[in-house]
Protein backbone atom coordinates (compact mmCIF):
# COMPACT_ATOMS: atom_id res chain seq x y z
CA UNK A 1 0.00 0.00 0.00
CA UNK A 2 1.32 3.58 -1.19
CA UNK A 3 1.54 5.55 2.48
CA UNK A 4 2.54 9.38 0.18
CA UNK A 5 -0.98 9.51 -1.03
CA UNK A 6 -2.93 8.55 2.17
CA UNK A 7 -0.36 11.44 4.47
CA UNK A 8 -1.73 13.82 1.14
CA UNK A 9 -4.93 13.20 1.73
CA UNK A 10 -4.57 13.59 5.42
CA UNK A 11 -2.85 16.44 5.30
CA UNK A 12 -5.54 17.67 2.95
CA UNK A 13 -8.69 16.96 5.61
CA UNK A 14 -6.22 18.61 7.99
CA UNK A 15 -5.82 21.77 6.26
CA UNK A 16 -8.90 22.66 5.43
CA UNK A 17 -10.46 21.66 9.22
CA UNK A 18 -7.61 23.81 10.53
CA UNK A 19 -8.26 26.61 8.37
CA UNK A 20 -12.08 26.54 8.65
CA UNK A 21 -11.09 27.00 13.11
CA UNK A 22 -8.36 29.90 12.22
CA UNK A 23 -10.70 31.80 10.19
CA UNK A 24 -13.35 32.08 12.30
CA UNK A 25 -10.89 32.86 15.26
CA UNK A 26 -9.37 35.52 12.96
CA UNK A 27 -13.23 36.86 11.82
CA UNK A 28 -14.37 36.28 15.49
CA UNK A 29 -11.37 38.26 16.39
CA UNK A 30 -12.48 41.39 13.85
CA UNK A 31 -15.98 41.37 15.59
CA UNK A 32 -14.77 42.02 18.73
CA UNK A 33 -12.13 44.86 17.46
CA UNK A 34 -9.31 42.69 18.77
CA UNK A 35 -5.65 42.95 16.37
CA UNK A 36 -4.03 39.17 15.90
CA UNK A 37 -1.98 38.33 18.89
CA UNK A 38 0.77 35.89 19.17
CA UNK A 39 -1.36 32.83 19.42
CA UNK A 40 -2.91 33.96 16.42
CA UNK A 41 -0.14 34.49 14.46
CA UNK A 42 1.11 31.27 15.34
CA UNK A 43 -1.69 29.41 14.15
CA UNK A 44 -1.27 31.02 10.82
CA UNK A 45 2.46 30.25 10.56
CA UNK A 46 1.80 26.28 11.91
CA UNK A 47 -0.84 26.97 8.65
CA UNK A 48 1.62 27.56 6.50
CA UNK A 49 3.66 24.73 7.64
CA UNK A 50 0.76 22.49 7.21
CA UNK A 51 0.58 24.13 3.82
CA UNK A 52 4.53 23.79 2.98
CA UNK A 53 4.28 19.96 4.48
CA UNK A 54 1.49 19.03 1.75
CA UNK A 55 3.08 20.44 -1.08
CA UNK A 56 5.76 18.43 -0.22
CA UNK A 57 3.86 15.59 -0.26
CA UNK A 58 1.85 16.28 -3.97
CA UNK A 59 5.41 16.91 -5.58
CA UNK A 60 6.49 13.76 -4.22
CA UNK A 61 3.46 12.19 -5.68
CA UNK A 62 4.26 13.58 -8.96
CA UNK A 63 7.75 12.32 -8.56
CA UNK A 64 6.04 8.90 -8.32
CA UNK A 65 3.85 9.64 -11.40
CA UNK A 66 0.62 10.14 -9.74
CA UNK A 67 -0.37 13.24 -11.28
CA UNK A 68 -3.87 14.83 -10.48
CA UNK A 69 -6.72 14.23 -12.71
CA UNK A 70 -6.90 17.69 -13.87
CA UNK A 71 -4.06 20.60 -13.92
CA UNK A 72 -5.93 23.02 -12.11
CA UNK A 73 -5.04 21.08 -9.18
CA UNK A 74 -1.70 22.74 -9.15
CA UNK A 75 -3.48 26.04 -9.00
CA UNK A 76 -5.76 25.80 -5.89
CA UNK A 77 -2.41 24.24 -4.37
CA UNK A 78 -0.12 27.31 -5.08
CA UNK A 79 -2.75 29.65 -4.36
CA UNK A 80 -3.51 28.09 -0.83
CA UNK A 81 0.45 28.40 -0.34
CA UNK A 82 0.50 32.13 -1.28
CA UNK A 83 -2.71 33.36 0.50
CA UNK A 84 -1.18 33.71 3.95
CA UNK A 85 1.96 35.28 2.93
CA UNK A 86 0.57 36.90 0.47
CA UNK A 87 -1.83 38.55 3.25
CA UNK A 88 1.12 39.60 5.15
CA UNK A 89 3.05 41.48 2.36
CA UNK A 90 0.06 43.30 0.81
CA UNK A 91 -0.32 44.43 5.14
CA UNK A 92 3.06 44.83 5.81
CA UNK A 93 2.98 42.78 8.63
CA UNK A 94 1.16 45.13 10.62
CA UNK A 95 -1.36 43.89 13.50
CA UNK A 96 -4.43 45.72 13.47
CA UNK A 97 -8.25 44.98 13.49
CA UNK A 98 -8.04 44.70 9.64
CA UNK A 99 -5.44 42.28 9.73
CA UNK A 100 -7.86 40.13 11.62
CA UNK A 101 -10.29 40.62 9.00
CA UNK A 102 -8.06 39.81 6.28
CA UNK A 103 -6.39 36.49 7.71
CA UNK A 104 -9.88 35.24 9.07
CA UNK A 105 -11.47 35.73 5.58
CA UNK A 106 -8.07 34.46 4.00
CA UNK A 107 -8.31 31.12 5.78
CA UNK A 108 -11.88 30.42 4.98
CA UNK A 109 -11.06 31.30 1.10
CA UNK A 110 -8.72 28.55 1.15
CA UNK A 111 -11.12 26.48 2.88
CA UNK A 112 -12.82 27.06 -0.61
CA UNK A 113 -9.94 26.29 -2.44
CA UNK A 114 -8.85 22.48 -0.39
CA UNK A 115 -12.19 21.36 -0.98
CA UNK A 116 -11.91 22.17 -5.15
CA UNK A 117 -8.22 21.07 -4.84
CA UNK A 118 -9.41 17.75 -3.22
CA UNK A 119 -11.86 17.49 -6.02
CA UNK A 120 -9.81 18.52 -8.89
CA UNK A 121 -7.22 15.99 -7.40
CA UNK A 122 -9.13 12.70 -7.54
Request: glycine share 10%; charged share 15%.
Amino acid sequence: MDIVPLIHKALADMINLYALIVGIWGLINFVRNRPPDGNFNGALAVAVGLFAIETIAGIVLLFMGRAPSRSIHWLYGVTIVLTIPAIFFFTRGSNTRRESFLYGAGMIFIVGLAERAAETGR
